[in-house]
């Protein structure tokens, strides 16, 4: 089945080609000068008031940095994510590049997941709007809300990001962006809720970012976010955020539980004491000795005092914790072009003809030898991995 | 860089051999081979690719891809001509990139078809998907791979069975090239079952079956 420019409403075509060229930052007098017509035509086009010919389709496609079956075809997904926050962040331009690295990955996700007829599973906990008042017993309310919907009791939650894709079905990535860059968050009808997270952080301060942006999912969900390394509290918004994410991470009552079992009536809290505790929850040392600060554990002041007194190393948490500090595999995967889920999707929509190689290279921006080693590596004939049973209906 | 445009196509008189469109897949693989001047020149016929290759080649050069510079030689050399689409084309063109993901191509893959339709050409892709929706639509256009340029008559008969199985070699190994399940057994019999053996882009039955000593 085929179908001509004719038969797009020209109104649908003109958003498509106004979102592209605002994702691939041009005017429309540069796209003009670019294509050789008036300013005026491409307002036109834009905003459907004039059919745009297939030749000025693909003149403004490779403009922009895409193609005119890319903007054309059923199943492409067509969102501002980009543009919201580049009018968001304005000239940073390592907030820019985390937000559309997501906006391209969910992108990518939704339309070969649609493909494919895959639907995800979504079971978002009611957005709870911050009110007038103490913003931190509100951030704490709703998070002991989340844990119990959850069904978590008061137990560690040792990776944030399996719990946020299959308990709620939040669309994580962990890709490596900008070391100022934490996180960034947005939500849109036709990508639902999407993170992203620095997989050049460790871990334990990624656990941090995604509790700190789940603040968000659950308070703002409608505003798109990015969180700054040491971004300061400077709005209510981010106040919500950050005790959102300690009361999520480090409930109240599970970090005095076991602060006392692994202080076991030590007058001093250590160096060890923190990085067991640290361990256990899953968050960065500072996150934990300040959450013991905060819940009057410990002095104001105590994280300071181990920062003026040669902080604690992470060779100090080796000698402590050995062999139970695992490897990190999201850094891993973190470096290969693409995310391992994408690479499935990509090959299947290959294997049953859904997608060609120049389809799929443009939708993951890989270059096309990329493309060929991931289709090659997933092969059904590629390799050992791929003996196995039939998958029932 | 040398354009023709569908006003030229006249020139392809009924005694000239049918000019071969190259799609981006298969212009990737030319350059892998490293022979890819000597293939082409060796050629009766005129190489010709669509004005849109060029720019699909440019997604890897940020990677350190060195495609497009070589391309750019080939065309600065005139041994590949660059083709924009006429009306014709560009109504094929429109029908084969507008509609569902499933029936449609992307740019290069789709002025590839229609500019080999345009100009009574042979299309060279190694993409399933587009042998069948030409199969499907096309059923007058011959349709090729990039083993079946490398195997070309006029190939075979002026480069060494060395330098071609070299050549596929060459493209099995840098340009990650898919081959056809009919293209198999001619591909083992050029590189040799060794070399067969080495390359990740043949399926694994194939790759050990290679390993085999023969019976």
């Known amino acids: ?81 980009a543009p919201r926050f580049r009018r968001m962040v304005g000239s940073d331009k390592a907030a820019t590049e985390a937000a559309e690295l997501m906006a391209h990955l969910a992108k990518a996700e939704v339309e070969l997941e649609n493909l494919l007829g895959i639907k995800r599973q979504r079971n978002y906990p009611p957005e ?51 070391g100022r860059i934490s996180g960034v968050f947005a939500y849109d009808d036709a990508l639902g809720a999407c993170m992203l997270l620095n997989a050049n952080h460790p871990r334990e301060r990624r656990n941090n970012s995604g509790g700190h942006e789940t603040g968000h999912f659950i308070s703002t969900r409608r505003q798109p976010e990015v969180l700054h390394l040491d971004e300061t509290e400077n709005s209510r918004e981010e106040r919500y955020a950050n005790a959102f994410a300690r009361a999520f991470l480090t409930p109240a009552r599970a970090v005095l539980q076991k602060f006392q079992e692994v202080t076991a009536g030590a007058d001093r809290m250590t160096r060890r ?70 690479n499935l999707l990509a090959y299947e929509a290959h294997r049953r003809g859904l997608m060609s190689e120049g389809q799929l290279a443009r939708l993951l921006a890989l270059d096309r030898v990329e493309l060929r080693e991931i289709l090659g590596s997933q092969a059904h004939d590629g390799n050992d991995l791929d003996g196995g049973g039939e998958i029932l209906e | ?56 080649l440019a997604i890897g050069s940020g990677r350190g891809r060195t495609d497009l510079e070589r391309f750019n030689e080939l065309v600065n050399g005139a041994i590949i001509k660059v083709a924009s689409l006429g009306d014709l084309g560009m109504q094929h063109f429109e029908s084969l990139v507008i509609g569902p993901a499933a029936e449609t191509l992307d740019d290069g893959e789709a002025a590839t078809i229609a500019c080999a339709i345009e100009r009574s050409g042979v299309a060279y892709i190694d993409e399933r998907k587009a042998w069948r929706i030409c199969s499907e ?58 070399r067969a053996a080495l390359c990740e882009s043949l399926p694994r039955s194939i790759r050990l079956s290679a390993k085999k000593p023969a019976v």
């Open chain 1, 128 to 178: 709870r709007t911050i009110l007038p008042g103490d913003v931190k017993a509100q951030a704490e309310q709703d998070a002991t809300e989340l844990r119990q919907r959850l069904g978590l009791g008061i137990g560690p939650v040792t990776n944030i990001i399996t719990l946020l894709e299959m308990e709620l079905g939040v669309r994580v990535y962990v890709r490596r962006v900008d």
């Open chain 1, 1 to 81: 089945m085929t179908i001509s420019i004719d038969q797009i409403l020209p109104a649908e075509t003109g958003e498509r080609l106004r979102l592209a060229r605002e994702s691939a930052k041009i005017t429309q007098a540069a796209a003009a000068q670019a294509i050789g017509v008036a300013r005026t035509t491409i307002v036109a086009m834009e905003q459907g008031e004039r059919r745009a010919r297939t030749s000025e389709l693909q003149q403004l496609a490779r403009l922009y940095g895409t193609s005119v079956n890319a903007l054309l075809r059923r199943e492409s997904v067509h969102v501002d994510l």
């Open chain 2, 137 to 194: 639509r096309y059923k007058a256009l011959n349709v090729g791979s990039t083993v079946d340029l490398l195997t070309h008559a006029d190939v075979r008969a002026q480069l060494s069975d060395e330098t071609v199985a070299d050549a596929i070699y060459n493209a099995l190994q840098r340009g990650r090239m898919s081959v056809l399940p009919t293209h198999f057994s001619v591909v083992v019999s050029l590189i040799g079952a060794e």
């Open chain 1, 273 to 342: 004491h923190v990085i067991i505790l640290a361990h256990f929850f899953a968050v960065s040392r500072e996150a934990m000795v300040r959450r013991l600060e905060e819940l009057g554990s410990v002095k104001p002041g105590t994280w300071d005092w181990f920062i003026a007194n040669g902080g604690i190393r992470d060779e100090q948490a080796r000698q402590v914790l050995g062999d139970l500090i695992v490897p990190d595999a999201e850094k891993a995967d973190a470096d290969r072009p693409t995310t391992l889920r994408l």
């Open chain 2, 1 to 56: 860089m040398t354009a023709t445009t569908s006003t030229e196509a006249g020139k392809y008189l009924s005694n000239c051999p049918p000019p071969l469109v190259a799609d981006t897949s298969v212009v990737i693989n030319l350059i892998a081979t490293g022979f890819a001047s000597p293939i082409i020149e060796a050629l009766r016929h005129s190489l010709i690719v669509a004005d849109v290759v060029p720019s699909e």
